[in-house]
């Protein structure tokens, strides 16, 4: 039999991934996608995955007007976790829309992504339907606050899987999670 400490580390990993995953999924099926798409349909939408390549992709594209600043020089999300998202196929890439400066690359294309076909919300991680909710969706008021919650939880219990361990005392403190019961207090 387990400790109680290595117990109450699993639950709280339980808890993300069986609780906290679905209801970003369902947020994002029903406020999102709606009746109207699939996921792979509204990923392949010029306008989101322009905000979802840029997320990786820092250099201006075919598709800029100019960069938004808010992911100029960022990347903030992983090549891997792009094309959790969409393939890259570099035969559909518009040779015209890359240009260069001497050698440097000043314009990408990215004609060269299309969504994964028949992509499920289930294979999403927290990060990546954060970002599909905060930087593609409604914008409603309080989703960044909720969506903010759930990561920084996930960070919270996975910088301490090296030891996996949560006294019954911290577990009553923190297994509390806010935004499990944020309605509910």
């Not at 996921?39 to 201006?60: D, P």
Request: glycine share 4%; aromatic share 10%; net charge positive.
């Amino acid at each position: 039999m387990a400790p109680p400490e290595r117990t109450n580390y699993f639950k709280l990993v339980a808890l993300l991934v069986d609780i906290a995953c679905h209801v970003l999924y369902r947020y994002i099926r029903e406020n999102i996608l709606g009746t109207s798409f699939s996921l792979e349909s509204f990923l392949n939408l010029e306008q989101e995955k322009h905000k979802l390549v840029h997320m990786y992709e820092t250099t201006k594209c075919c598709k800029c007007t100019c960069l938004p600043e808010t992911t100029k020089g960022k990347t903030l999300l992983s090549r891997k976790q792009l094309l959790l998202l969409y393939k890259s196929d570099e035969t559909q890439q518009i040779k015209k829309h890359k240009k260069y400066d001497g050698k440097k690359v000043t314009q990408i294309c990215i004609c060269k992504y299309t969504a994964v076909e028949n992509i499920d919300v289930k294979i999403l991680d927290i990060t990546l339907a954060y970002y599909i909710i905060n930087k593609c969706g409604k914008q409603e008021l309080g989703v960044d606050n909720w969506t903010f919650q759930i990561r920084e939880e996930r960070n919270k219990i996975f910088h301490i899987s090296d030891i996996q361990k949560m006294t019954d005392d911290k577990f009553e403190r923190n297994g509390k999670i806010k935004w499990i019961h944020h309605g509910n207090s």
